[in-house]
C-alpha cells in the first residue's frame, strides 16, 4: 500500500477554525495562504482511493479540537487535488478523513499540519 506524509507549517493569523466566523474576503485571503503552502508539492504515486489522517500540532497546551481544523485542511486537499495527487477528493476516492492531537509543534504562533495520506483497497 502506497502511503505519503506532508506537512506544513501554518500561522496562528492564517488558520481558518470552526469556532469563529469570518468575513468571506478574509476567509478567501485565509484560503489562499494555505493553498500556497503545498502548491509545489508533487508525488510519484497517483492515488485513486485513499483515506487521511491528519494530526494537528498546536504552538501551546492549551484545549483544542483537531477536528475544528477541517477548514484549515481542505484548501491543502483541493491545492493537492490540483497538484494531480488523485482524480478528485469527493466521496469515490477520499474514503475517510480523522483528525488526532499531533503533539505540540514547537514553533512559536505557529501550527504544523501532518497528513498522513494511505491507499485505501
Given at each position: 500500500?502506497?502511503?505519503?506524509?506532508?506537512?506544513?507549517?501554518?500561522?496562528?493569523?492564517?488558520l481558518i477554525?470552526?469556532?469563529?466566523?469570518?468575513?468571506?474576503?478574509d476567509r478567501?485571503?485565509?484560503?489562499?495562504?494555505?493553498?500556497?503552502?503545498?502548491?509545489?508539492?508533487?508525488?510519484?504515486?497517483?492515488?485513486?482511493?485513499?483515506?487521511?489522517?491528519?494530526?494537528?500540532?498546536?504552538?501551546?497546551?492549551?484545549?483544542?479540537?483537531?477536528?475544528?481544523?477541517?477548514?484549515?485542511?481542505?484548501?491543502?486537499?483541493?491545492?493537492?487535488?490540483?497538484?494531480?495527487?488523485?482524480?478528485?477528493?469527493?466521496?469515490?476516492?477520499?474514503?475517510?478523513?480523522?483528525?488526532?492531537?499531533?503533539?505540540?509543534?514547537?514553533?512559536?504562533?505557529?501550527?504544523?499540519?501532518?497528513?498522513?495520506?494511505?491507499?485505501?483497497?
Open positions: 500500500m502506497n502511503k505519503e506524509i506532508v506537512e506544513y507549517i501554518v500561522d496562528r493569523k492564517a477554525s470552526a469556532n469563529r466566523s469570518y468575513h468571506h474576503y478567501g485571503n485565509r484560503v489562499r495562504k494555505l493553498r500556497k503552502l503545498v502548491e509545489d508539492f508533487k508525488t510519484e504515486h497517483k492515488f485513486n482511493k485513499f483515506k487521511v489522517v491528519v494530526y494537528v500540532c498546536p504552538p501551546t497546551r492549551r484545549r483544542l479540537d483537531p477536528a475544528n481544523f477541517y477548514g484549515s485542511v481542505k484548501p491543502v486537499i483541493d491545492q493537492l487535488t490540483d497538484n494531480g495527487w488523485w482524480d478528485d477528493d469527493d466521496w469515490q476516492h477520499l474514503d475517510e478523513m480523522s483528525f488526532k492531537y499531533g503533539g505540540l509543534s514547537e514553533i512559536k504562533s505557529c501550527f504544523k499540519f501532518i497528513l498522513e495520506i494511505q491507499e485505501v483497497e
